[in-house]
């Protein structure tokens, strides 16, 4: 069985308020001739003549003033599934969003974040959810709809992004360490037993290289695969971490944090989504509710 021409329904829809093959033409900006066809297809498709002359106009048989008013109330709807949203109502959003990111996001910016939304919009639920890896899948398959981190090369080359902000590593150790008084030379701090945080498990990471290139190693004295585990070593030991400064803010307090005697490149964290969320408003919305609430902070004097 063939699929009905849903264009038809329009112009019955015309046809029926118009009366008028002609009028009915010119609304819909067609030919006479070709409205006629159009006509002869509806016939054809209902099995009904649905409009016979009388006089010098039509009128709708039985079946037509039947079809009438569904077929204006399908038009409509049809019509407004098709219009771009004009307005979002946050008051009365109902709608859950999964979050995926590394771990010290949720301690940093989750309550400004759940204030903001639970304060604009109290039907929407944040799901925040772990980040171990930069694959982009769940974000394609629909599992997440937001995702904040560092572009890397697995990431989908689809996939939309916007910097939050720029970070910068500084070293972390309990209070009282020997490192918290006198200068912190990179010798000093390569002699210290450290921590290495690695998702994948590596024995060696940025801090080597640029310790490296000055002529020394440090010692490893334990790998860890996020920032909340390494802080939390770090405050209960002589270990010394190396973290994001910004991203970890709220996980170092009550720690010595210090400028790192090496250099090492600075990162920019992102937010990413896919493409077919790009438009949505409620969307729209939490991007930039979450660009608002951990983006760069401005500059008071500007």
């Not at 930069?134 to 599992?143: I, L, N, Q, Y």
């Not at 450290?194 to 334990?222: C, N």
Request: aromatic letters at 4%.
């Amino acid at each position: 069985m063939s699929r009905p021409d849903l264009n038809l329904l329009v112009t019955l829809d015309a046809l029926l308020a118009e009366g008028s093959v002609a009028k009915a033409a010119r609304r819909l900006k067609l030919s006479p001739s070709a409205m006629s066809r159009a006509l002869a297809r509806l016939r054809e498709a209902t099995g009904d003549p649905l409009l016979v002359r009388a006089g010098r106009g039509l009128v709708p048989t039985p079946r037509a003033v039947e079809l009438g008013a569904q077929v204006g109330r399908l038009v409509k709807e049809a019509e407004a599934v098709l219009r771009p949203v004009e307005r979002l109502d946050l008051a009365r959003l109902s709608r859950s969003f999964t979050l995926r990111n590394s771990d010290g996001f949720v301690e940093n910016f989750g309550p400004a974040l759940l204030a903001r939304a639970s304060r604009e919009a109290p039907g929407v639920q944040l799901r925040f959810v772990p980040k171990p890896d930069k694959e982009s899948g769940p974000m394609r398959e629909g599992a997440v709809d937001l995702e904040t981190g560092v572009i890397g090369n697995t990431t989908g080359p689809e996939v939309r992004s916007r910097a939050l902000f720029r970070d910068r590593f500084v070293g972390v150790a309990r209070p009282g360490h020997p490192l918290s008084e006198g200068r912190i030379t990179a010798a000093r701090f390569a002699a210290g037993r450290h921590i290495l945080i690695s998702r994948r498990g590596l024995d060696r990471g940025p801090v080597d290289d640029a310790l490296e290139l000055a002529g020394l190693t440090r010692t490893i004295a334990t790998v860890v695969g996020g920032f909340a585990e390494a802080l939390a070593l770090a405050r209960g030991s002589d270990l010394i971490a190396t973290v994001p400064e910004r991203y970890t803010g709220t996980l170092r307090e009550g720690l010595f944090t210090f400028t790192l005697p090496v250099k090492l490149a600075s990162l920019t964290i992102s937010l990413l989504w896919h493409p077919r969320l790009d438009a949505d408003p409620a969307h729209r919305w939490l991007r930039g509710l979450v660009r608002e609430v951990c983006g760069e902070p401005r500059n008071p004097t500007t």
